[in-house]
């Protein structure tokens, strides 16, 4: 009985692996088929359900995406048999979505082939002016990140609630005003650029340090924000800003492989073993971060992160990194898009470049704001701090209090480790 339950338990975990990795894709296929985002994220749930149910007793098949798609198809089919409300209509439909060949987009599809990509698509109708900012935002980080309402709230340092009723609002609103599943262009494209890179930007991130859960990571989130990145500099060319999030995202993917240890535990940046660093993406981001830099006399917040990420890239040990220098980027940074979080990240910089005591200052300075109220990283920097001016007490309270409000395991062990340090 007890090696039925633990297989049950590694069925469910592989399951969520695998929904996490394949809904995306799920969801933007049947999009394009239905025509109706919400009816295919209600589709997508009805094949992760039959799978909850199923694969338990088969077992996980060879191609899980496939099986997916396969059982939201047949799903989608009752549906319109059991609507009978548009009767021809639905039936044609009914026999149209049972002659296509319904299976997962190919991700590794030619790059040029950007009028083919449903993920893309998904982003641009997600993305679409019909929508709040804030909705676009969540609602492409849902179903294209496939992040919980609950991560989604955490990146926003907003309630849950509020991400839900974005979210519902968002699906019904592009439904009744019937907006078409397509990428756009010309004019409309450059308008719907700042939404799109802003929801990459958070897909990136989520993977790159996952909010909660046991992984450190999520691999397949940043694979897929930047394979859409290139997808979107292709599409919008002369665009600096679009350049700059690829060469983030190139620099950033770059220490993957540094950033965690054999057993999955994180592995913070001046602690990382720069030989594992991937040059490759690193000249890919080097040199979309030139191009960025040519289109644009001045930076826009990408380009500057970029420019940051290219300090630490370009510097063969964390000695030679230039912390003056990022200080400066990010002290424009903070002036082209102030945030609280820019401030506690400038904080950081001007501890290593002018001592703890000068860092631990501006960090001070944001123990009243707010919107940082659960944000772990406010006491985690305020414990590296004091730890560093040998206020040990101070700093393992600090490090105890970010680790009870992370909600990754693997940053909670992390943090707590500190603590015991101290």
């Not at 501006?362 to 001016?389: C, I, M, N, T």
Request: aromatic fraction near 4%; charge should be negative; hydrophobic fraction near 45%.
């Amino acid at each position: 009985m007890l090696s039925e339950a633990v297989t049950a338990t590694d069925t469910h975990r592989t399951i969520d692996a695998v929904w996490r990795i394949e809904s995306p894709r799920l969801i933007a296929g049947l999009t394009r088929i239905v025509h109706d985002i919400g009816l295919a994220e209600d589709l997508a749930q009805d094949a992760l359900v039959a799978a909850l149910e199923q694969w338990p007793e088969s077992g996980v098949p060879n191609n899980p995406g496939a099986w997916l798609m396969a059982t939201a198809k047949h799903r989608a089919i009752d549906h319109f048999r059991r609507n009978t409300r548009v009767g021809r209509k639905h039936e044609e439909l009914g026999r149209e979505l049972a002659a296509k060949e319904m299976t997962v987009p190919d991700l590794n599809a030619d790059l040029d082939d950007d009028v083919g990509d449903d993920l893309l698509r998904l982003v641009f109708i997600s993305c679409h002016p019909v929508l709040s900012t804030e909705a676009q935002v969540a609602l492409t980080l849902r179903l294209l990140g496939g992040l919980t309402t609950d991560e989604i709230a955490r990146a926003f340092l907003v309630s849950e609630a509020t991400i839900a009723q974005r979210i519902v609002r968002a699906k019904r609103t592009l439904a009744e005003r019937k907006v078409p599943f397509e990428v756009p262009r010309g004019a409309e494209l450059d308008a719907r650029l700042s939404s799109v890179l802003g929801v990459l930007y958070l897909i990136f991130n989520e993977g790159y340090s996952a909010t909660a859960g046991e992984d450190w990571m999520r691999p397949a989130l940043c694979e897929d924000a930047l394979r859409l990145g290139r997808v979107l500099a292709g599409l919008a060319a002369q665009e600096a800003e679009v350049h700059g999030l690829v060469a983030l995202m190139e620099i950033q993917a770059s220490r993957s492989k540094a950033r965690s240890g054999p057993s999955g535990e994180p592995i913070l940046l001046l602690d990382q073993n720069r030989a594992l660093w991937d040059q490759l993406l690193i000249r890919r981001g080097l040199s979309a971060l030139a191009l960025a830099q040519k289109l644009s006399i001045a930076p826009g917040a990408y380009t500057l992160q970029a420019e940051i990420a290219a300090c630490h890239a370009r510097a063969r040990t964390p000695e030679e990194t230039d912390w003056h220098r990022i200080v400066r980027f990010y002290t424009e940074l903070a002036e082209l898009a102030p945030s609280p979080v820019v401030e506690l990240n400038r904080a950081v910089a001007v501890a290593m470049a002018s001592g703890p005591a000068a860092g631990l200052e501006l960090v001070e300075g944001l123990a009243a704001e707010r919107s940082l109220e659960g944000y772990h990283l406010l006491p985690s920097v305020r414990g590296d701090l004091l730890k560093k001016l040998k206020r040990f007490d101070e700093a393992r309270a600090e490090f105890e209090r970010a680790a009870a409000l992370t909600r990754n395991v693997r940053e909670r062990d992390l943090l707590l480790a500190r603590a015991r340090e101290c």
